[in-house]
């Protein structure tokens, strides 16, 4: 997207968005989310769906960092998780996390905990065989969210509609609860925007512009009206990709995440009990 057409779409959203700019950094002025805790349940968008506000990420430098753990080590993070509150887990068909989420789940009745995983599939027969293949490796009947993966085309909406056609109907069969998608680029973002289909959206969104798809003060007009649409907004990379290396840096992405009011909830990779831990803390905090 040239500079010229991106300031007058950026102009046009936040005209759209009815944005108050507070000062400061952080623009993009709303109420505060009412919330008090990271294990509160949310509504996502116009689904019937109630992830909790934290969602613990399997997906930390492609789940790299959640592998590592080993299959009882993540087992151990996400059953803790469980019984701080937490219920919703988010992995992907890239961070080969399924296998762990399975073995971690084992035992765990369905109804308690919330599942999002991710396709990377470019065309129908792939999907197909992907949605088999997970509802298999997750040892469940239906994913919650299932999205189609990292768009990094503007012409994405046209492009995957074979794609989007089997999630439809797989949310008809029952597969599925709700589908959307996440990009990594901003011409993927902007063009998604407008984009009637998606359930929910998982968007990279933190105030120091780290592993972002655009300036935090160019995302957030687009996040407030997507949410305006009625759809589920899901944040991810709310601490970078390293948390920033500090703990009060943690909190003010925090503080400012919950300030925009149009991030339902969020993904966060955690490496061991004392950082859940740490954010339950700060969620707290930063509602304070």
């Not at 996390?97 to 999002?116: L, N, S």
């Not at 407030?224 to 601490?239: D, L, Q």
Request: glycine share 10%; proline share 3%; aromatic share 8%.
């Amino acid at each position: 997207m040239s500079e010229v057409s991106r300031r007058d779409f950026l102009a046009g959203i936040t005209a759209a968005a009815g944005v108050a700019t507070l000062g400061g950094r952080f623009a993009l002025g709303a109420e505060p989310a009412k919330i008090k805790k990271g294990s509160d349940l949310v509504k996502l968008g116009r689904t019937d769906l109630q992830p909790t506000v934290l969602g613990m990420g399997t997906g930390t430098v492609s789940g790299t960092q959640q592998r590592a753990l080993g299959f009882d080590g993540f087992t151990e993070l996400m059953r803790y998780g469980l019984e701080r509150g937490l219920r919703y887990i988010d992995t992907a068909d890239m961070y080969q996390t399924h296998p762990f989420v399975k073995r971690a789940m084992e035992g765990v009745a369905r109804d308690k905990y919330f599942i999002q995983t991710k396709t990377v599939a470019k065309d129908a027969k792939k999907a197909k065989a992907d949605i088999e293949r997970f509802l298999k490796e997750l040892n469940t009947d239906y994913v919650d969210t299932l999205l189609i993966h990292c768009m990094t085309r503007k012409g994405w909406p046209t492009d995957m509609r074979p794609v989007m056609d089997v999630l439809d109907e797989a949310k008809k069969k029952g597969q599925v609860r709700a589908v959307g998608f996440s990009c990594h680029e901003w011409d993927p973002l902007a063009s998604g925007v407008d984009t009637d289909w998606p359930d929910v959206q998982l968007v990279r969104i933190n105030p120091f512009d780290d592993k972002m798809d655009g300036k935090h003060e160019e995302v957030a007009p687009l996040i407030k009206k997507a949410h305006e649409k009625g759809r589920g907004m899901i944040g991810m990379k709310i601490y970078g990709e390293t948390g920033f290396g500090s703990r009060e840096k943690r909190l003010e992405s925090l503080k400012y995440v919950f300030k925009l009011g149009c991030v339902d909830c969020f993904t966060i990779g955690f490496r061991s009990t004392q950082q859940l831990d740490e954010t339950l803390k700060l969620i707290e905090e930063a509602q304070a």
